[in-house]
């Protein structure tokens, strides 16, 4: 069961902060919360100093990057060793960024910057795979592309163009919220919403994801179910479905 109970605020209260969060659960059992700071245009970390953000136990706050408009479109995972690594947009200059924590509380970081197409990292979504390095789903300008890191810090990695699309089109096809998860079989499997309407997952036919075992769309759930969420959310279940 899940009890109700008054939520806490992390940070400050003036309305401006808290959109585009991504959360996990750290090593120590606390929740570590990735978020944009709307009013400075800044990427934030909260890290929780009890298991219900209780304040209890002071919690740890921390401005990750402040250099431009950073911080949109993040999400975070929990790195090989326990630190978290975090994926979000920096809308200055239309590049993916990730930065990857030096220590479970986040109060630093190493950050890498990608910039493979003039527009490249909005709606992304970061994952762990079995080789401990994070592989990264993503929008850019010609479609829907993974960064595949060669470390577990992501400080070099190797792009992949998994759907093609044509925004520039007649008629245009765009795509919208990637999410990425990493199936029983160890591959990646990709989930995002076409057109703004369609959902649409890839299974990936190994852990680079060079090939594609599958590609499933449903325009008809899309326009009965979900017209008008064009949110997508990705996870594996204990049955490995």
């Known amino acids: 069961s899940c009890a109700v109970s008054q939520g806490k605020v992390l940070g400050s209260n003036d309305g401006t902060e808290g959109i585009y969060n991504s959360m996990i659960i750290g090593a120590d059992g606390n929740p570590v919360i990735a978020y944009y700071d709307q009013g400075n245009k800044d990427l ?9 953000c209780s304040g209890d136990t002071p919690d740890t706050i921390t401005t990750l990057d402040s250099t431009g408009d950073v911080g949109s479109y993040n999400s975070i995972a929990l790195g090989a060793d326990n630190n978290p690594i ?14 990857a924590c030096s220590n479970t509380t986040c109060t630093s970081a190493t950050i890498t910057t990608y910039a493979y197409t003039s527009d490249f990292g909005s709606y992304n979504s970061i994952a ?8 990264i789903s993503e929008i850019s300008g010609g479609g829907v592309d993974l960064v595949l890191c060669s470390n577990p810090t992501c400080t070099s990695s190797t ?26 079989d160890n591959n990646p499997i990709i989930s995002y919403f076409l057109n703004g309407l369609e959902p649409e ?41």
Do not use: F, H, W
């Not at 970390?45 to 298991?51: P, Q, S």
């Not at 520039?168 to 919208?176: D, H, K, L, M, R």
């Open 159 to 184: 792009p992949r163009t998994i759907r093609m699309l044509e925004p520039y089109g007649t008629p245009a096809v765009t795509a919208q919220n990637t999410s990425i998860a990493i199936g029983a």
């Open 128 to 135: 762990i795979g079995a080789d401990n390095n994070p592989i």
């Open 44 to 52: 934030k970390v909260a890290v929780c100093g009890d298991a219900d």
């Open 86 to 99: 975090i994926a979000y947009y920096d809308a200055t200059n239309a590049d993916l960024k990730v930065a």
């Open 201 to 241: 997952l890839i299974s990936c036919e190994d852990a680079a994801c060079s090939s594609i075992a599958t590609t499933m769309t449903s325009s008809a759930e899309g326009t009965e179910l979900l017209a008008g969420t064009n949110v997508s959310y990705l996870a594996v279940g204990t049955d490995g479905l």
